[in-house]
């Protein structure tokens, strides 16, 4: 199907980073106390998580914006060794297919940062994508091809700027698990919202692995944790990261979609797509 808004949807300005300010995020208990029955596992893995903590992880992604991409690239801190590093390299190739096999139209992305999610997404897509930090969009602007349909704009993911079924699919990439518990299924129902009936839901995660971040950032412990988090400058910053299991992200995505599938690679990454019904 081709790339297509419907009229009420936002109207994005190429490689730029516009649209007004997004809405305060406040907190939600829509299927909350569904959630708790079905993830007890989870949820007592690790202590819940308050929403206004939210604040410290989008000032710690501003912050981060310019190397941000070193992560990804396991270059300077991120660097673990050509053992580690490799099995990184290779996994990330396995997720990259996965993501780039996704070949359906208009591609709303959430989260988006510095934009390496959405240059993977254009290669068969229109991709519609944004994010609440400018720091990163500029990021993302600054890394991307002219010749990628890549579309950008500033929006709160949990207040999408598009109407229902406005677009093809919606994909986000290492954002849910910077999700509260209790707010991703609220989340993951805002995420549906603007795909059409047969669309498809996108996501890909990390797995907890002891090299999966910086040299000096500790990641073991429970699945939902506070993570000390250093910039290159010393500057630090504590987060709350989580950890979402393969059965985690079925119930998630089960709660809007059908036909759900989730792989996961030996370490480092985990991902799943459904059809929105």
């Known amino acids: 199907m081709g790339a297509r808004l419907n009229a009420n949807s936002v109207s994005p300005t190429r490689r730029s980073t516009m649209v007004s300010t997004p809405p305060s995020i406040g907190s939600t208990t829509r299927d909350w106390w569904t959630y708790r029955r079905m993830m007890a596992p989870t949820l007592s893995q690790g202590p819940m998580i308050p929403p206004d903590i939210e604040a410290d992880t989008r000032a710690y992604y501003r912050a981060r914006a310019s190397e941000y991409q070193e992560w990804i690239q396991r270059q300077g801190r991120y660097a673990h060794g050509s053992d580690d590093d490799a099995d990184w390299n290779l ?3 396995t997720i ?5 096999s996704l070949s359906i139209g208009s591609v709303f992305e959430i989260a988006s940062g510095t934009g390496w999610w959405s240059r993977v997404l254009a290669r068969n897509n229109t991709v519609f994508a944004s994010d609440y930090a400018p720091e990163m969009l500029a990021e993302a ?3 991307d091809t002219p010749t990628l349909p890549i579309y950008r704009c500033r929006a709160d993911a949990y207040h999408l ?3 229902t079924g406005a677009v093809d699919a919606c994909a986000f990439g290492f954002w849910l698990s910077h999700v509260p518990v209790p707010r991703a299924p609220a989340f993951i129902r805002e995420a549906a919202r603007p795909v059409r009936p047969g669309g498809e839901l996108l996501v890909v995660d990390s797995r907890q692995d002891p090299k999966g971040g ?7 412990g429970p699945r939902v944790q506070q993570q000390l988090r250093r910039l290159n400058d010393g500057r630090e910053y504590t987060i709350w990261k989580i950890y979402w299991t393969p059965a985690d992200l079925r119930f998630l995505l089960s709660l809007v979609c059908r036909r759900v599938e989730v792989i996961q690679t030996d370490r480092f990454f985990i991902a799943a797509r459904g059809t929105v019904v």
């Open 161 to 163: 700027p598009l109407s």
């Open 214 to 220: 910086a040299a000096d950032q500790h990641t073991g």
């Open 91 to 93: 996994e990330l190739e």
């Open 141 to 143: 602007c600054r890394h």
């Open 96 to 100: 990259t297919q996965f993501v780039e």
